[in-house]
C-alpha cells in the first residue's frame, strides 16, 4: 500500500490482516506504544492471575495519596483517601478508560515492565517492548519510545488474542474490557460501518508546543457477517484523530474486496 502524505511533520505505520492476507505501510518499524502498552500489560496480568490462583474479584488497598494525581486517571474522582479495587476494576479502568494509576497499580501488584515484556517473549512476539511503568514515561516523556511495537507484531498479538479469548476467564474478562472501550472513538471507530464491532487499544503521547501529538489505535473489527480484520495504527506528531480513521479506510479499501 503506498504512503499518502498526512502532513510535513506526521508519519506513521500500519498494518491489516484478514483471512491470513496482510497490507500494510512502514508496518515493521517500531513506534512508540503509549496506552496501547495496557494492552499486552493486561495479557501478562491474565498469565499472573491465573499461575497465582487469584480471583478477578480479589481486591488491594490503594491510598490515593500514592497516585499520581497529574494524569489522566479517572479512578482519582471515584474515593478520597484509601478504598480497595478489585483486580477486575483495575484492568476495566486501565482497559477501558486507559487510566494509568490503574495501570501503574497492575505494574507494582502483577509484574513490572520486565515481566511483561518475558511474557511476550515466552508467546513469541519480539518486536513488542515494554521497559517503562506509566510514571516513568510521566516523568521523562521523550523516552516512550522504549515501550515499542510495530505495526506488524501488535496485529501478530491481537490474532493471538483472537483464538484465545476463551482459553479462561481472565481473557475473557480482558476481551468484554476492550469492546466497552470509551477511548479515541474518532479513530478506527470511526472508520468501520454502524453494524460493525471494535475490541482495541488506544494511546496517546504528549503534546508538543505545537499542539501535535503520538496517537494510536489497535484492535480486532468484528464484521455483521461473522468475519474480522485485525489492525494497527501508530502515527507520530499527528494534529487529529481523524488521521486514523482515515487511514484505517485505506486499509480497509486495500484488503476487503
Partial sequence: ???????DSTSYGACIMQNGSIVGINEDKPF??????KFPQALCVADYLNRKGL????TIVVDKADLMQDTWSPMLKRFECKTTFSFAELLELSLGQSDNNASELLFKHCGKPKAVEKYMRKLGFRDIHVRMTEEQMHKRPTKAIENSSTPAEMVRL???FYHHKDDNRYLTFIWKAMADCSTGLKRI????????RIVHKTGTGFPSAEGLQDMND????????????IIAVF???SSSEAVI?????QLLDAIIK
Avoid at 32 to 37: G, I, K, L, N, R
Avoid at 189 to 196: G, L, N, R
Fill in 189 to 196: 471507530p470511526a472508520a468501520i460501518t454502524a453494524d460493525a
Fill in 1 to 7: 500500500m503506498a504512503q499518502e502524505p498526512i502532513s
Fill in 158 to 160: 491481537f490474532e493471538w
Fill in 245 to 249: 480513521a482515515n487511514i484505517t479506510r
Fill in 32 to 37: 512508540a506504544m503509549h496506552s496501547v502498552m
Fill in 235 to 237: 502515527t507520530t506528531n
Fill in 218 to 229: 489497535a484492535g480486532i473489527i468484528l464484521m455483521l457477517d461473522g468475519s474480522h480484520a
Fill in 55 to 58: 480471583d478477578l474479584d480479589d
